[in-house]
C-alpha cells in the first residue's frame, strides 16, 4: 500500500469515525426527545387524570354544601318563624287570638245596642 492510499484509508477512516460521532449526536438527541416525549405524555395524562378526580371530589363536595345549606336554611327559617310567632302571641297580634277578640267585641258590643234600646224605651 503506497502512502497515498494509506493516507486516503485513513482519511476514509476519519470521515467513517466523524460520521458515525455526527449520527449519534444525532441519535442521542432523537433518544433524548423521544424519552422526554413519553414522560410529557405521562404526566399530562396523570394530570388529566388528577384534573378530572379533582372534579369529581369538587361536585361531590359542592352538593354536600347545597344539601347542608338548605338544611341550615330551614333550621334558620323554622327559628326565626317561631321567634315571630311567639312575639306575635306576646303583642296580642296572633291571628288565632284576634279572631277571637274580635268576636268577643262584637258580641259586647252586640249586647250593649241591646241595652241602651232597652234603656231608650
Known sequence: ??????????VNEAEDLARKIWLAGIGAYGKGFDEAQEQYEKLNTEATKLFEELVEKGEKLEVEAKDKFEAEK????????ARVAEVRT???LDADDTD???EELSAKIDALTDAVAKLAK
Do not use: F, P, Q, S
Not at 1 to 10: D, G, V, Y
Open 100 to 102: 277571637k277578640k274580635i
Open 1 to 10: 500500500m503506497t502512502k497515498i492510499e494509506a493516507i486516503k484509508t485513513k
Open 74 to 81: 330551614e333550621k334558620v327559617k323554622n327559628n326565626v318563624d
Open 90 to 92: 306576646k303583642l296580642g
